[in-house]
């Protein structure tokens, strides 16, 4: 119990500690990559919640763009019709999609994979147009998103980019920080009990129905979580800011990072920011039409889904992993 | 009275094409155990090279068989390919389960993006090959056009077809028998995996002729993000989930019936909210009779 208590207290130090060196390097580079840095949190938060739901409690979900857009829209409608402060419109984003979440959860924890993704996938699709629907969330343009300008005591050549990653990247570490906890508590080994098999955990006294659904509200407000960041990094909050292609990125970057593994999120998110610049270079270099500069983050994206999915099922990381315990137990002979 | 009877005309159309749809999820479905979410693009990919046979040979009859030829071909082609090879490496490990599922949906978007390169995003569009102008009866404009005649008689002439060969012929049998118990099958000197490739490549035909019939249906516009084919996945797929997702009389049930209650909404209620009333009625068929309103029976689930 006493090592416990202490590898959780170092493990708040680390956090702290990678908190103050990314602080420090926000300062150190120029404004495109902080911009990027915080893009890099709210995917972070946002693979990580996929990663949660996929791969500690054996559950897909196609749809987690449309809890992102909750997320986004609850907290551009308090921040403007509420004036809330920024953090309160915070909780609200993560408390929305998680009521959401346990809603959608409670259905969902009865459904298996197939149904399960195509619920998901029907509510990625269809969510944007209640957006036309309802006058007060503003149809096709949205609604500013607007998170103020950083505290003054921060001095004045504190840009509101940095604001956005300052902002962005606490949240991330907070979120990582408590997702790690419940992982190691009672709730992470009843998900991964369920994961890895229903019918033994059900025989070992464990609710399967309460556990998924437990998954997917956190899961659903930690997606939340990144829907508000998200809005913020882009100042507004509109359908095509979560469209389909959000959900399948999200997907891909939980895949990538290895679904299992927590700490590999940083590869998926680090991909899914990196992907745009990559296409554009590419196709700046080869001097291409408008289709190939419109198409090509998508296309690339959905390749390296493919090919990791057919390749390496579990993630790159954990991959290598297998390999090396392989060669290793090899040796050992 | 006259509104009644168009907004069920226009329920029997709209929820015709959701049935070719769904009979393409249930196909694959049944051979392989996965929902193809790949399915509207190959839809997609099949109506785009109907585009381009109608700019070649200005005929939309030719390009309807061309383009259903074609689904097929890529239906198969995508098993052959895609689905043996993550099948035989991919048999364990946390998300073994929802692998083909993600890797369906990466094919959706490779599809997509492809098309996107080569075609553009401009939009193309298909003309209906037949007056789109409804039927008048003393005064009044019905909803039912000769096109929509064309559609609703095409969809009952593929469902016939495919009914005679699941019920009629050898091939049939074996279909069924992979589907059902595909060990034993195997024993029985069915060459499953060739089977299960004719399944895939009878969804892409399905598909395909979806995607020829909804394009002139709507405005005609074709686009590789278009709504039109995501909206018809997401039905097709709501139509499967109705039927029970196992029977293909059921997927066609269960078309008409969400073409129905949409055209209901959609003339009583409010466009927008077709959506989330689609969405309802699948979360209400989850919940109450999961497996489908006319489901088999528990025991005869493979």
């Known amino acids: ?333 | 009275m006259f509104q009644l009877l168009n907004t069920i005309l226009i329920g029997i159309t709209s929820g015709a094409i959701y049935s070719l749809m769904a009979i393409a999820l249930v196909l694959v479905w049944r051979s392989t155990r996965v929902v193809n979410f790949a399915q509207a693009g190959q839809a997609l990919l099949s109506t785009y090279i109907g585009f381009e046979v109608i700019q070649r040979f200005d005929s939309y009859w030719i390009a309807l068989i061309v383009a259903i030829v074609a689904g097929a071909a890529v239906g198969a082609l995508i098993d052959v390919l895609f689905m043996r090879f993550l099948f035989s490496r991919n048999t364990q490990g946390p998300i073994a389960g929802v692998a083909p599922i993600i890797a369906t949906l990466g094919l959706l978007g490779l599809i997509r993006g492809g098309i996107g390169i080569f075609l553009g995003n401009t939009e193309a569009s298909i003309r209906p090959p037949v007056s789109n102008v409804g039927f008048t009866i003393s005064g009044h404009t019905l909803a039912f056009s000769p096109l929509k005649f064309l559609i609703v008689g095409a969809v009952i002439f593929l469902m016939l077809a495919l009914s005679l060969i699941f019920q009629r012929t050898n091939i049939g049998l074996a279909l069924r028998a992979s589907a059902y118990a595909p060990e034993i099958a195997r024993l029985a000197g069915v060459r499953v995996d060739g089977i299960r490739t004719l399944g895939w490549a009878l969804a892409g035909a399905a598909g395909a002729a979806a995607g020829m019939l909804q394009t002139p249906n709507g405005d005609g516009g074709l686009s590789p993000d278009s709504l039109d084919f995501s909206l018809l996945l997401v039905f097709g797929f709501i139509a499967a989930v109705i039927g029970g997702l196992e029977s293909l009389i059921g997927a066609v049930v269960g078309g008409l019936l969400l073409g129905l209650v949409l055209a209901f909404v959609l003339t009583y209620v409010s466009g927008s909210l077709v959506f989330i009333i689609a969405f309802m009625v699948l979360i209400l068929v989850l919940l109450l009779r999961p497996s489908g309103l006319i489901g088999a029976k528990r025991g005869r689930r493979a």
């Open chain 1, 1 to 333: 119990m006493h090592r416990f208590q202490h590898s959780n207290f170092s493990r708040l130090l680390f956090f702290v500690l990678l908190g103050g060196l990314l602080f420090l390097a926000g300062n150190r580079v120029d404004e495109l990559r902080v911009y990027q840095g915080a893009t890099l949190a709210m995917y972070v938060v946002a693979i990580s919640s996929l990663i949660l739901l996929t791969g500690y409690s054996g559950q897909v979900s196609l749809g987690h763009g449309a809890l992102m857009a909750i997320g986004g829209y609850s907290a551009a409608l308090t921040r403007n019709y509420l004036s809330l402060p920024i953090w309160l419109c915070f909780v609200i984003a993560i408390l929305t999609a998680a009521i959401a979440g346990a809603v959608l959860g409670t259905a969902a924890a009865r459904l298996s994979g197939p149904y399960l993704a195509g619920t998901t996938l029907a509510l990625a699709v269809g969510l944007p147009s209640i957006a036309n629907q309802f006058g007060f969330l503003g149809g096709e343009q949205g609604l500013l998103f607007d998170v103020g300008m950083p505290p003054a005591s921060f001095g004045s050549d504190f840009s509101p980019y940095k604001w956005y990653f300052w902002i962005a990247a606490s949240s991330a570490l907070i979120a990582i920080w408590w997702l790690q906890n419940i992982l190691r508590s009672r709730f992470g080994r009843i998900w991964r009990a369920v994961r890895d098999n229903e019918v033994a955990a059900q025989l070992a006294g464990i609710h399967v129905g309460k556990a998924k659904t437990l998954a997917f509200t956190v899961s659903s407000g930690l997606a939340g979580l990144a829907g508000a960041l998200l809005a913020m990094t882009i100042a507004t909050v509109s359908p095509s800011a979560f469209p389909l292609t959000l959900s399948f990125a999200l997907l891909t970057g939980a895949v990538l990072s290895g679904v299992t593994t927590l700490p590999g999120v940083m590869i998926g998110a680090v991909t899914l920011v990196a992907t745009p610049e990559i296409a554009d270079s590419i196709s700046r270099r080869f001097a291409s039409s408008e289709n190939v500069t419109m198409n090509l983050p998508g296309l690339l994206v959905s390749t390296l889904l493919v090919l990791v999915v057919l390749l390496v099922p579990n993630g790159p990381v954990e991959q290598w992993r297998s390999v090396r315990a392989r060669k290793s137990a090899h040796a050992a002979h």
